[in-house]
Nanobody, 119 residues
């Protein structure tokens, strides 16, 4: 079992920044990847970014490249999403996720944290 808890969401004006955190607990030794997903009202959940736990390789969705940065603190079992140059279209619930394999579905999910960007 892996538990994920997100924090750091809030209301920000366009062009502002926000830093999301996701703390993992439980059987964290088995995690290969941790990532961030978002879901806006009326839309499907979409991939934002992911990081390989051992090695730190990262991947990003095209719409956040150059603006968002994913990082992790191995000692604290925590992954971060630094969000800069925020746009109104970034408004969504952001979810932290983890998986135990190099490829496949994400198995563990957090409860989500709301990010609202006003214009």
């Amino acid at each position: 079992q892996v538990q994920l808890v997100e924090s750091g969401g809030g209301l920000v004006q366009a062009g502002g920044s926000l830093r999301l955190s996701c703390a993992a607990s439980g059987r964290t030794f088995s995690i290969y990847y941790m990532g961030w997903f978002r879901q806006a009202p009326g839309k499907e959940r979409e991939f934002v970014a992911t990081i390989m736990w051992s090695g730190g390789l990262t991947w990003y969705a095209d719409f956040v490249k150059g603006r968002f940065t994913i990082a992790r603190d191995i000692a604290k079992n925590t992954v971060f999403l630094q969000m800069n140059s925020l746009k109104p279209e970034d408004t969504a619930i952001y979810y932290c996720a983890a998986r135990r394999s190099l490829s496949g579905e994400y198995e563990f999910w957090g409860q989500g944290t709301q990010v609202t960007v006003s214009s």
